[in-house]
Nanobody
Framework: QVQLVESGGGLVQPGGSLRLSCAASEFSLDYYAIGWFRQAPGKEREEVSCISSSGGSTSYADSVNGRFTISRDNAKNTVYLQMNKLKPEDTAVYFC?????????????????WGKGTLVTVSP
């Protein structure tokens, strides 16, 4: 059974940092682009960042560009999202998802497999 598991969320003060991890069991991430999405209360799920299967291509939402960094370690079957200079508006449940493509992610309804999410709260 395909399972993605996010970890690393928590409560952090504005300006702080967190690193999220997305790990897979019984499933190799090697052939999939992986995306990080987030959903704040009352808002639609939005793509935050995406990394290609090789790790050679990355993309970021304008709202996090320059503050967040996505990376992957295929040997560990894990994708990371380093989040720096966090703002209250980054508060959301963060999900990782595997794309049906190797080179890019898609809209949420086009992603193949999802984790259950990890909560990030940015508050004084």
């Amino acid at each position: 059974q395909v399972q993605l598991v996010e970890s690393g969320g928590g409560l952090v003060q504005p300006g702080g940092s967190l690193r999220l991890s997305c790990a897979a069991s019984e499933f190799s991430l090697d052939y999939y682009a992986i995306g990080w999405f987030r959903q704040a209360p009352g808002k639609e799920r939005e793509e935050v960042s995406c990394i290609s299967s090789s790790g050679g291509s990355t993309s970021y939402a304008d709202s996090v560009n320059g503050r967040f960094t996505i990376s992957r370690d295929n040997a560990k079957n894990t994708v990371y999202l380093q989040m720096n200079k966090l703002k209250p508006e980054d508060t959301a449940v963060y999900f990782c998802a595997a794309s049906k493509w190797a080179a890019m992610c898609g809209p949420p309804d086009g992603m193949l497999y999802w984790g259950k999410g990890t909560l990030v709260t940015v508050s004084p």
